[in-house]
DNA sequence: CCATTATGACAATATACTTGTCATGAAAGA
DNA sequence: TCTTTCATGACAAGTATATTGTCATAATGG
């Protein structure tokens, strides 16, 4: 079974990304479907319980994305009643995002449900060791992100 | 600088994997943002160039997607003329797509670039095995999917 | 104080997909 | 052969993740 279509190593490494890419997002996505929420909410609230409460702009810039799709994000958490805005200290306009109750209540079941969802996979990543992994990706989304920057219609 | 936000080592990878996703993206449109192809396209003529006229069902059983997918991205192929039907000699119904003249000569360009680019991060990813990297993330998203087939509102 | 920058709010667009439907042509079994 | 089932093409709409653009206003920094 061959899942490649490319013939370099990074283009099979980031064929391979890509199909992972997607069977996580739609295998979160079925994980928490009862619970109504995606994964770019679960980011979210993954964010706040591990940096506490955090501004809109802050979040964005923290995962490299616009803080306008972070703002949808929220507002979308805001309407479920998972988070709520409170007064930022340091700015009078920015208001601070926080969980609330129920988002820490849902998100905890969440985390258990992945937790589950994880161990249950031990035997298939036996030997592979993830953390390397990841750390590997970094480093080649790093050199990737840091080429790309020169690039400016340097075509053939 | 900390990219994650997970705690787990697969929430990190998965963060890892999506990150990486967008960059490699991101890049690629960049790079070949003045021939008008998305990655999207690039995969299609990738899958053409790599294994012949294809029919656009096999095309989408291959990379494990829709066939309405890979179709709208062939219909667009098509209005490029990037790509042309022929008589599939197996169904009457089902034509084999094929690339045009134009589509190997642009495809083969885009394949240029690239090289170029992969050559110029040669240094950066000096100690780290692309091919390893790939045939890990097969595997664990394998083992993902074949967990995910289980769940059916296996909820907490 | 004034110019610049940051934020929120709102809108539109992009990309890579999916699900659904329907007519028809092809394949497979009774 | 007949007929039921499956595969394909064509078309439509929707979803998930994210972007760019714009505007008014508030905050910051020289």
């Known amino acids: 079974m061959k899942d490649t279509t490319s013939d370099t190593p990074l283009g099979e490494l980031i064929n391979q990304v890509r199909l992972l890419f997607h069977q996580a997002v739609s ?93 249950s996979l031990a035997t298939e990543l036996d030997g592979i060791d993830l953390t390397q992994l990841a750390n590997d990706l970094a480093a080649v989304r790093a050199a990737i992100a840091s080429r790309a920057e020169q690039i400016d219609t340097v075509s053939t």
Not at 70 to 90: C, M, Y
């Open 27 to 119: 295998t979160g996505n079925q994980l928490h479907r009862d619970a109504g929420i995606s994964m770019s909410m679960r980011a979210v609230l993954e964010q706040l319980a591990q940096y506490g409460a955090t501004s809109v702009p802050d979040m964005a810039r923290r995962r490299n994305v616009t803080r306008q799709h972070i703002q949808q994000i929220v507002n979308d958490l805001l309407e479920a009643g998972l988070v709520t805005q409170t007064l930022n200290p340091a700015h009078k306009r920015s208001h601070l995002i926080a969980m609330t109750p129920d988002g820490e209540r849902l998100f905890e079941n969440m985390r258990e449900r992945e937790r589950a969802f994880y161990t």
